[in-house]
């Protein structure tokens, strides 16, 4: 069982930057690929993005293009979400999720583990 837990959500102004952590345990990290999601009430979890086991691949939402960065330090057991210049419309709840099942991907049934999620508020 893997345990996910985000930090580094919190209040920022349009234009500018945040960090997001996503700690795991109870598991072999190295093992899984890695994803971050987003939700806002009312709608759908949507995919931001991926990244591969070893580090190598990743894979965007078109939205975040450019602006977010996702990696990982499989020596922390931890994945970051790098997010620049940041848009009201990028404020939701964002998760990190762990997948056994592929190599990495956008589809949210193919993670096995989700973290609680980490809110994240951009003001115009």
């Known amino acids: 069982q893997v345990q996910l837990v985000e930090s580094g959500g919190g209040l920022v102004q349009a234009g500018n930057s945040l960090r997001l952590s996503c700690a795991a345990s109870?598991?072999?990290?190295?093992?899984?690929?890695m994803g971050w999601f987003r939700q806002v009430p009312g709608k759908e979890r949507e995919f931001a993005a991926a990244?591969?086991?070893?580090?190598?691949?990743?894979s965007y939402a078109d939205f975040v293009k450019g602006r977010f960065t996702i990696s990982r330090d499989n020596a922390k057991n931890t994945v970051y979400l790098q997010m620049n210049s940041l848009k009201p419309e990028d404020t939701a709840v964002y998760y990190c999720?762990?997948?056994?099942?592929?190599?990495?991907?956008?589809?949210?049934?193919?993670?096995?583990?989700w973290g609680q999620g980490t809110q994240v508020t951009v003001s115009s």
């Open positions: 109870g598991g072999t990290f190295s093992t899984y690929a």
């Open positions: 999720a762990a997948s056994s099942r592929t190599s990495f991907s956008a589809r949210k049934y193919e993670y096995d583990y």
């Open positions: 990244v591969s086991r070893g580090g190598r691949s990743t």
